[in-house]
C-alpha cells in the first residue's frame, strides 16, 4: 500500500489525495507535522531532500515532487487520468506546466498575503494580478473549446490546478476569476466532484 507522508491541508499533497481518489487507490496517510518543523528533520528530510510535501512510499519505491507523483499513481492504475493517446498526453503536459509556471506561484501570492499576513504587501498583489491578467483568458478560451482544460477528458492537469484556485477563490483573487465564464464553468463542475469535496474536507467520509 502506498504512504503519503504530507499534510491535508497542503496543496500538493492534496493533488496527490484527489489523484488516489480518483484511481480508487489505497493508501495509508502519515502527517508531517509543519509546525514542529518534521518537514525539515529526518527521518523526512532523507525522503524529501528539499524538506517538502508530500513524498510517497509505495513498497519500497520512494518518490518525491506531487506533479511526477500524480503521473506515477494514475499510469500504475492505468487511468485515463493520463491519456493514451500521444497528442492528447502532450496537451495535458502543456496544461500541467501552465499551472506550474503561470498559475500555481501567482495564486499562491494571494493566499499568502491574505492568509498569513495582516497586513499585504501592495507589490506583491499587483504582480501576482498582472501574471493572473495574462493567464485567466488563456484558459478562459481554451475551456470555451473543451470541458476540461487538456481536452474532452478530466486529467491530472485538471487535478493540478485545484488546489490553489481551492483557496484563491476564498481571497480577493476570485475577483479576478469571476469574469471568466468558461473558466468559472469548468471550475464549478470539476469542484463539485465528491472526490475533490472530500480532498478538500467538504465532504463527510
Known amino acids: 500500500m502506498i504512504k503519503v507522508y504530507g499534510s491535508p491541508m497542503s496543496t500538493c499533497t492534496r493533488k496527490v489525495l484527489m489523484t488516489l481518489a480518483e484511481t480508487s487507490t489505497p493508501f495509508e496517510m502519515v502527517t508531517i507535522d509543519f509546525a ?3 518537514h525539515k528533520k529526518e527521518p523526512h528530510i532523507l525522503r524529501q531532500p528539499f524538506g517538502r510535501i508530500p513524498a510517497i512510499d509505495d513498497d519500497g519505491f520512494e518518490m518525491f515532487e506531487s506533479r511526477a507523483i500524480a503521473r506515477y ?5 492505468r487511468s485515463p487520468l493520463v491519456p493514451s493517446d500521444l497528442k492528447a498526453r502532450a496537451k495535458m503536459e502543456q496544461w500541467i506546466s501552465v499551472e506550474t509556471s503561470e498559475l500555481a506561484p501567482h495564486a499562491m501570492k494571494f493566499v499568502y498575503e491574505h492568509t498569513f499576513k495582516r497586513k499585504q504587501d501592495a507589490a506583491v498583489l499587483e504582480a501576482a494580478t498582472k501574471a493572473l491578467d495574462l493567464t485567466l483568458p488563456v484558459m478562459d478560451k481554451q475551456l470555451s473549446k473543451t470541458p476540461f482544460i487538456a481536452g474532452d477528458s478530466f ?3 485538471d487535478i493540478g490546478f485545484m488546489p490553489y484556485l481551492e483557496y484563491a477563490m476564498a481571497t480577493p483573487a476570485r475577483d479576478l476569476f ?3 465564464a ?6 464549478n463542475a470539476i469542484s463539485e466532484r465528491p472526490t ?8 463527510e467520509s
Open 178 to 180: 469571476t469574469p471568466h
Open 155 to 157: 486529467t491530472i492537469a
Open 36 to 38: 514542529t518543523g518534521q
Open 196 to 203: 475533490w469535496r472530500k480532498v478538500a474536507g467538504r465532504l
Open 182 to 187: 468558461h473558466l468559472m464553468t469548468w471550475w
Open 73 to 77: 499513481i494514475a499510469e500504475k492504475a
